[in-house]
């Protein structure tokens, strides 16, 4: 129903981060501080138990300036904490090339090559999740 309700201000920009506990709500401040009065509301909640954080910035359109301000801001904020980009709503189309600021290479090459076992078509969820090593490399 939060998010819901930030829609009726026009536009909002959506995360579902996770972050440690101990610093589970300075992002929301951090945001707040960084796009001023172009938000209307930069709210945050979620799941403490597994410290999974909403992040909704709410305006009245989108516009370029609040998504510059936004990107790639919110996922290195989040890297900076050792936190990940993508909690519970997994990474789909939108945060493949940001999976970088929450894994590093290696498991990333892994995550590919076990990708490639089990589905050698790509065939499976294709062009979801992993990022392309190269341009040739979409699905």
């Known amino acids: 129903l939060i998010a819901d309700s930030l829609l009726s201000d026009g536009y909002c ?8 506990l101990d610093q589970f709500y300075d992002i929301v401040l951090a945001v707040r501080e960084r796009v001023g009065d172009l938000a209307i509301n930069v709210t945050g909640y979620g799941h403490v138990g597994d410290s999974n954080l909403h992040l909704n910035v709410s305006c009245a359109r989108f ?6 301000l936004l990107e790639p801001f919110v996922y290195e904020y989040t890297s900076k904490l050792r936190g990940s980009v993508s909690a519970e709503h997994g990474i789909g189309f939108l945060k493949r090339k940001y999976l970088h600021y929450s894994k590093q290479s290696e498991p990333l090459r892994l995550m590919r090559q076990m990708k490639q076992l089990l589905d050698p078509n790509g065939i499976l969820n294709p062009y979801k999740v992993l990022p392309a090593e190269s341009p040739d490399q979409a699905r």
């Open 13 to 20: 920009f959506k995360y579902d981060i996770s972050l440690p």
């Open 63 to 68: 516009t370029p300036e609040i998504y510059g």
